[in-house]
């Protein structure tokens, strides 16, 4: 019923800056918050950043990444600046979606995750 499409991902040299965006699509009556995660090699699924009535970030980028959402096209995006070599990490777009209308229940969704390689 609803799908989060990711993109931007890459390969990017240390300093180097890329965006990514999220897409959602489906029955949707309101995305509530947003969100970014990502899971590097050997390590655990942890937050990034997400947006709702306000913004979030991990120590770990903040002051380099800006999450920022255009509600009209349902859209999200990260904007990543000055990379690290330890910001490789698959990314997943997560979003909090009521379907239909007021009476539907809350959801959460995640996308298919996208690699960022960030090479030194």
């Known amino acids: 019923q609803v799908q989060l499409v990711e993109s931007g991902g890459g390969l990017v040299q240390a300093g180097g800056s890329l965006r990514l965006s999220c897409a959602a699509s489906?029955?949707?009556?309101?995305?509530?918050?947003m969100g970014w995660y990502r899971q590097g090699p050997g390590k655990q699924r942890e937050l990034v950043a997400t947006?709702?009535?306000?913004?979030n970030y991990a120590d770990s980028v903040k002051g380099r990444f800006t999450i920022s959402r255009d509600n009209a096209k349902n859209t999200m995006y990260l904007r990543m600046n000055s990379l690290k070599p330890e910001d490789t990490a698959v990314y997943y777009c997560?979003?909090?979606?009521?379907?239909?209308?007021?009476?539907?229940?809350?959801?959460?969704?995640w996308g298919q995750g996208t690699q960022v390689t960030v090479s030194s």
């Open positions: 997560n979003a909090v979606v009521r379907l239909r209308s007021w009476s539907s229940p809350l959801t959460n969704y």
């Open positions: 489906g029955s949707i009556f309101r995305i509530n918050d």
């Open positions: 947006i709702g009535s306000s913004t």
